[in-house]
T-cell receptor
Framework: GAGVSQSPSNKVTEKGKDVELRCDPI?????LYWYRQSLGQGLEFLIY????????KSGLPSDRFSAERTGGSVSTLTIQRTQQEDSAVYLC?????????????FGQGTRLTVV | AQSVTQPDIHITVSEGASLELRCNYS??????LFWYVQSPGQGLQLLLK??????LVQGIKGFEAEFKRSQSSFNLRKPSVHWSDAAEYFC???????????FGTGTRLKVLA
């Protein structure tokens, strides 16, 4: 596609429910990132995928968070048993390569509200 | 550990005035540096980036940034601000051996007519 697409754009869920957030990266991009943006906290790295390599999950805040990337393209971030502190904007980004000097292109994010 | 500091949480300027947004980083070698802008309800858009070479970098929308190794800074500047520049600005560093872009907490810019 023309850009990184994320869905849904907004999600309100009840505490304790599971949610799935979807990211469609730019076609051909081999690297895919998930970040979390909380108010006043900047962007927090969550997870990184590069091709067929094992993902770097070091930023996931707890074992309630998981992500997968199917066929090297679409990625899904899953949050189980959501808590109020999970409320944030979840941003997905993709880039051509895994090198750090490559620009990351961001989606518009999914705003998650846990009530 | 690498880190990025944006000391100004909010900045207000009048339209037509000059702008400087501060960014300081902590890193042991020459970093890769980025400035992104986020308009309300939008994703992040790259304004400019520094990898090596000329320390004054030109970006889109009339922005520029200067890498100063001695001050560990990468401040963003614009000579004349437009009302459409009102947004949140993020400085980021990419560090050796990692593909994790480290972001600052952002500076929210308000432009007065």
């Amino acid at each position: 596609g023309a850009g990184v697409s994320q869905s849904p754009s907004n999600k309100v869920t009840e505490k304790g429910k599971d949610v799935e957030l979807r990211c469609d990266p730019i076609s051909g991009h081999t690297a895919l990132y998930w970040y979390r943006q909380s108010l006043g906290q900047g962007l927090e790295f969550l997870i990184y995928f590069q091709g067929n390599s094992a993902p770097d999950k070091s930023g996931l805040p707890s074992d309630r968070f998981s992500a997968e990337r199917t066929g090297g393209s679409v990625s899904t971030l899953t949050i189980q048993r959501t808590q109020q502190e999970d409320s944030a904007v979840y941003l997905c980004a993709s880039s051509w390569m895994s090198d750090r000097n490559t620009e990351a292109f961001f989606g518009q994010g999914t705003r998650l509200t846990v009530v | 550990a690498q880190s990025v500091t944006q000391p100004d949480i909010h900045i207000t300027v009048s339209e037509g005035a000059s702008l400087e947004l501060r960014c300081n980083y902590s890193y042991g070698a020459t970093p890769y540096l980025f400035w992104y802008v986020q308009s309300p309800g939008q994703g992040l858009q790259l304004l400019l980036k520094y990898f090596s070479g000329d320390t004054l970098v030109q970006g889109i929308k009339g922005f520029e940034a200067e890498f100063k190794r001695s001050q560990s800074s990468f401040n963003l500047r614009k000579p004349s601000v437009h009302w459409s520049d009102a947004a949140e600005y993020f400085c980021a560093v990419g560090a050796t051996g990692t593909y994790k872009y480290i972001f600052g907490t952002g500076t929210r810019l308000k432009v007065l007519a």
